[in-house]
């Protein structure tokens, strides 16, 4: 999936520059709380993370792995997610998983994926075999639209898909707004950006990256 991504800081933030019908719209989505770990793995091809869901206070992520497959120079990447392992036992949220339990399940999971996946995971787990990963607190206020008037192109087939997400979040006493497109077809994708004037100054990256830079 083709996703472009902006941070901006939270008192910098200015949503004038939104249709306000889109404004109105994003603002009245379901509001989704949750609290996400990243690990710093210290390369911004990887996203490893724990997907929070807290439920009276047993926390019982997903640990989920996706893996950059390319990018373009206005910033769009395109991502794939190839490991989502939902976690059936509740853990304690400020130790996290064991890093035996990392190694064990990527290495399971590389078994059943294509070749291409193969090479990253062993490198994924040669990282936590051999340095200390950082594990960052991400907790997140997130609303998510789909955008169902997209113009039809007869040339494509398959099903296009758009959608708009806003969210606050706070990572180590600091607070930012991000705000991501994401869409199966990048030229979707990028006309909305450009309609939408989000290309604000800002930093433009994914996840990974943006945590490689707020904790280093």
């Not at 806003?166 to 707004?177: D, R």
Request: aromatic share 10%; net charge positive.
């Amino acid at each position: 999936m083709w996703e472009w991504r902006i941070f901006l800081e939270l008192d910098k933030v200015n949503e004038n520059f939104l249709d306000q019908t889109l404004r109105d719209k994003l603002n009245s989505a379901f509001l989704e709380q949750r609290i996400d770990f990243y690990y710093n793995l210290k390369e911004a091809n990887f996203g490893l993370k724990e997907r929070g869901k807290m439920n009276h206070k047993v926390f019982l992520p997903k640990l989920e792995l996706k893996l950059l497959i390319d990018r373009v120079g206005w910033g769009a990447e395109l991502w794939e997610k190839c490991v989502k392992i939902q976690v059936k036992k509740s853990i304690n949220p400020f130790i996290g998983l064991s890093r035996e339990f990392i190694i064990e399940n990527l290495t399971l999971a590389s078994r059943s994926l294509h070749q291409k996946y193969s090479k990253d995971i062993h490198r994924i787990k040669r990282l936590f075999e051999n340095s200390d990963i950082r594990r960052v607190e991400v907790k997140k206020k997130r609303r998510k639209i789909d955008i169902k008037d997209i113009p039809r192109d007869p040339i494509i087939s398959n099903k296009i898909t758009l959608s708009f997400e806003k969210a606050e979040i706070s990572i180590l006493k600091q607070s930012w707004i991000t705000y991501e497109i994401e869409s199966n077809n990048l030229s979707v994708l990028r006309n909305f950006l450009a309609k939408n004037q989000l290309s604000q100054r800002g930093l433009v990256m994914g996840y990974p990256k943006f945590i490689q830079m707020i904790a280093p």
